[in-house]
Nanobody, 116 residues
Framework: QVQLVESGGGLVQPGGSLRLSCEAS????????MSWYRQAPGKERELVAS????????VYADSVKGRFTISRDNAKKTVYLQMNTLKPEDTAVYYC?????????WGQGTQVTVSS
């Protein structure tokens, strides 16, 4: 079955960096665009970044442009989110998402906390 497992979250000071990973299984990873979302307490889940199946095109939320980079390694079936210059408002649970045969699959999420 489809599984998405995120890792790499944690506590970081403002201005710091983290790299999130999402390892996929159960589908042909190289055929599927991947996305990162986040949800802060009391807020709706929002799109952070997306990447096409071959990695040629990416999309970012305005709030993270220039600071975050999405990438993927199709051989490892993994999508990454490099987060630099982190701000307290980046604090959220981060999820990866795949749409396989028109069905949305989500990982369990990884907590990112930006605080001094």
């Amino acid at each position: 079955q489809v599984q998405l497992v995120e890792s790499g979250g944690g506590l970081v000071q403002p201005g710091g960096s983290l790299r999130l990973s999402c390892e996929a299984s159960g589908f042909t990873f190289s055929n599927v665009a991947m996305s990162w979302y986040r949800q802060a307490p009391g807020k709706e889940r929002e799109l952070v970044a997306s990447i096409t199946n071959a990695g040629r095109r990416t999309v970012y939320a305005d709030s993270v442009k220039g600071r975050f980079t999405i990438s993927r390694d199709n051989a490892k079936k993994t999508v990454y989110l490099q987060m630099n210059t982190l701000k307290p408002e980046d604090t959220a649970v981060y999820y990866c998402k795949a749409v396989v045969w028109n069905y949305e699959y989500w990982g369990q999420g990884t907590q990112v906390t930006v605080s001094s």
